[in-house]
């Protein structure tokens, strides 16, 4: 007799993401009928390295349809899947990497694969009759992430509009997720009233936060301080401000163009211009400060500015374990980014972060400026211990959906939530883990 925890069925069909193009959505079912679901959510500053993302090209949808990939989960990973034990989700996960047979999943499609590893995931756990969290955590899971939310978007995400991507804020002085969360209320509805009031308020970018139209970057880090200090909280110590730079958007081989100064500076310089923007602002961690081929620039600003400020590799480590230990061994970053779907299976990208910390790194559990309602990444936070977790900003359903699931499970978990707090925040690359354990 088979066990009951035997993948029976993968299906895959399209579904549409937040920004309205096609992505995949996988199910799998097993034996005992329990199901689990993923939709892969889709990058737009995407790094170099990344797993790649199977778009079908030509005209329909600019591109972006996912045929090809959805195909590929109805037929070769249906055909793979089929019999694996949910309850050993790396195993399954093996069986993905081993099928695709390539360095960036680029058979396959990492959307493909991560829908799958997402949902093979949700079926065990619907199996086992718990949250995927717990399931994840060994039934040890207490740590609740610091959220990282954005404001303003800017780069890729708002047509450029500033060269800067994310300007977002860290709550350090909140005791809780929910408090966390009411203070980047207040801070972002302020952030809406200072921007209509100078007229830089233009709707709201790809992930929710306002689209600003600023003269320079510096004016978006001078408004959201603002905002911070009119909504009446003490910036740095209560809240801080987090920057995604997104340089690979804009440098290369060294160089950096500012579109919105419309100017051209060299590594010393960008390095330079981001000392002092910690300088006049209550900034306390760079996300990509510098481009994902520029390593040296990477060494420059942490030896710099390392000690006192979290340095987060999104690009350059593009949530890969052999990336993350030779940036530790290098001293190029501090904590590393985690995206899903920048590896194609929840093993590898678990994987990061387990290098994460035996290097001391902090952690950053990372959506995508395309997403959809999918919860997983939350869980994701929660049930591997990862003390930060970046969302988007505080509006679009798609980003709320994943705040609201932390809180339920802060509630779920009662006395045993531990807040990761101001803690989580990597200032120094100490080997203390944050909040995580
Ligand atoms: C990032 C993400 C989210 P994208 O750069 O960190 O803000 O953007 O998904 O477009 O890569
Ligand atoms: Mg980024």
New binding site residues.
């Given amino acids: 007799m088979s066990k009951s925890s035997l993948i029976t069925g993968v299906y895959g069909r399209q579904v549409w993401d937040s920004r309205g193009r096609p992505t995949v959505e996988a199910e799998v079912t097993l034996a005992s009928g329990a199901m689990g679901r993923g939709v892969a959510p889709a ?4 790094g170099r390295h990344e797993a790649l993302e199977l778009r079908d090209g030509g005209a329909a949808f600019g591109g972006f349809g996912v045929n090809q990939a959805v195909a590929n989960v109805n037929d070769a990973i249906a055909d793979v899947l089929a019999g694996a034990d949910a309850l050993t989700p790396d195993a399954v996960d093996r069986l993905l990497i081993e099928r695709d047979g390539t360095e960036n999943k680029s058979r396959l499609g990492a959307n493909a694969c991560i829908a799958v590893s997402m949902a093979a995931a949700h079926a065990a756990a619907a199996h086992e009759g718990v949250p995927l969290y717990a399931l994840l955590a060994g039934g040890d899971a207490s740590v609740i992430p610091l959220p990282e939310i954005q404001i303003f978007g800017g780069g ?2 708002a047509g450029r509009r500033i060269d800067i ?2 300007l977002m804020v860290v709550c350090p002085g909140a005791a809780s997720f929910a408090e966390a969360l009411a203070w980047t209320a207040e801070i972002y509805r302020v952030a809406g009233t200072v921007m209509a009031a100078r007229g830089a308020r233009a709707g709201v970018a790809d ?1 929710g936060g306002f689209w600003p139209a600023f003269a320079s970057n510096e004016e978006a880090l001078e408004t959201l301080s603002q905002a911070i200090e009119t909504a009446g909280y003490r910036p740095l110590e209560q809240v801080a401000i987090a920057v ?1 730079i ?1 340089a690979s958007e804009f440098g290369a081989d060294g160089r950096y163009a500012l579109a919105l100064e419309g100017r051209q500076i060299d590594r010393d310089e960008m390095v330079g211009l981001l000392m002092a923007w910690i300088d006049r602002y209550p900034i306390l961690s760079l ?1 990509d400060p510098l481009a994902e081929d520029d390593a040296e620039g990477f060494a420059l600003l942490m030896a710099r500015c390392g000690t006192r400020m979290q340095v987060v590799g ?1 690009d350059l480590l593009v949530s890969d374990g052999a990336r993350v230990r030779d940036a530790a061994a290098r001293g190029l970053a501090n904590t590393v ?1 985690l995206k899903p779907n920048q590896r194609g299976t929840l093993m590898e990208v678990r994987q990061a972060w387990e290098a994460a910390q035996a290097v001391g790194m902090g952690g950053i559990v ?4 395309g997403e959809t309602e999918d919860v997983t990444i939350a869980h994701l936070a929660v049930g591997w211990g990862v003390p930060q977790f970046k969302v ?1 900003s505080f509006s679009r359903s798609e980003r709320m959906a994943k705040w609201n699931e932390v809180l339920r499970i802060a509630e779920a978990l009662g006395p045993k939530a531990r807040f990761a707090g101001g803690a989580a925040l990597r200032q120094g690359g100490s080997s203390d883990q944050g909040g995580a354990s």
């Fill in positions: 990058g737009a500053s995407t890729a995400h991507q994310d992930e995604d997104a996300e999104d980014l990372s959506a995508r400026s988007g």
